[in-house]
């Protein structure tokens, strides 16, 4: 069976609940090895991390921006001293879910941009990695990945990336992978899979950020909403069928991306190579 990593996925979301477990465990006989379950606030860090723990996945810390609206400046010491706490937990792979949001209106920019930019010094400060937000947002994220880079590559994913290929080769220029997920699943979303079928194979890594982000085959459109139909939700068992899609616009089979896509999650998260199960058949070094 092919081997994925979700590298994006909220595990800890209410939408779940007490069906989580069985979730997780749907998702693992699909050939989901391992789950990366990004933080969004701080009165989620023991969450995620106590979950990953749990559940044999791995975890970030960090503040979303959609959260930031109501975060306190000393959250940030927080964040620093949780990661300073945690710097021996070995299912701690990054600082994430960071970045900016231009999509959602209502947001302070200038917040935003002040607690992305002291997020990504911790980044450099721990050695770790970042998971990144970039909706609608992708040059101000790289104004900022280059003023605190250091002179160093980065290390992590723009989650999510819908960005132009321009952009996609401006973040892959500095180190990032670029999450595709059920978004790329859309007949319609042209340009995303465009991007999914010439960026470099080895600069894509999968997710589902589930549960949100639903491929179309769980999406409900407002009339079938309307009609009484609630929205689907996306579950990280989804993730080998989303794959499946980007197999086929690259023109390979699943489990060719299957391995090249954990290879570079793998490359990226460096903390994942020590986490994942020896039956998950890990792909051999490039």
Not at 214 to 239: D, F, I, K, M, V
Request: with cysteine; net charge neutral; glycine share 8%.
């Amino acid at each position: 069976m092919a081997t994925f990593v979700d590298t994006h996925c909220h595990l800890d979301a209410p939408e779940f609940g007490a069906e989580m477990p069985v979730i997780r465990a749907r998702a693992a006989e699909r050939g989901v090895a391992m789950c990366v379950i990004p933080a969004v606030a701080v009165f989620n860090f023991s969450t995620v991390r106590e979950l990953a723990h749990a559940q044999g996945d791995a975890y970030a810390l960090g503040i979303h921006p959609l959260c930031t609206g109501k975060a306190k400046d000393e959250d940030v010491d927080v964040l620093d001293a949780e990661l300073t706490a945690r710097r021996d937990d070995p299912r701690l792979v990054a600082v994430g879910e960071i970045g900016l949001d231009y999509f959602v209106q209502g947001l302070d920019g200038p917040k935003q941009e002040r607690f992305f930019h002291t997020q990504l010094q911790l980044a450099r400060k721990h050695g770790l990695p970042v998971l990144i937000h970039v909706r609608r947002s992708v040059d101000k994220v790289l104004k900022h990945l280059r003023q605190t880079a250091g002179g160093q590559p980065w290390q992590g994913i723009a989650h999510a990336f819908n960005g132009s290929e321009q952009q996609a080769r401006a973040c892959i220029a500095l180190g990032l992978k670029l999450g595709f997920g059920g978004a790329v699943t859309f007949e319609r979303a042209l340009q995303l899979r465009r991007l999914a079928t010439t960026l470099p194979l080895e600069a894509i890594v999968m997710e589902t950020d589930a549960p949100d982000i639903q491929p179309h085959w769980l999406y409900r459109t407002q009339a079938e909403r309307e009609a009484g139909q609630p929205q689907g939700r996306n579950y990280p068992g989804e993730l080998p069928r989303i794959a499946d899609v980007v197999a086929g616009l690259r023109g390979i089979g699943s489990a060719e991306l299957a391995v090249a896509t954990t290879r570079n999650a793998l490359e990226t998260l460096p903390r994942l190579k020590n986490l994942m199960p020896l039956s998950a058949g890990l792909p051999e070094p490039a």
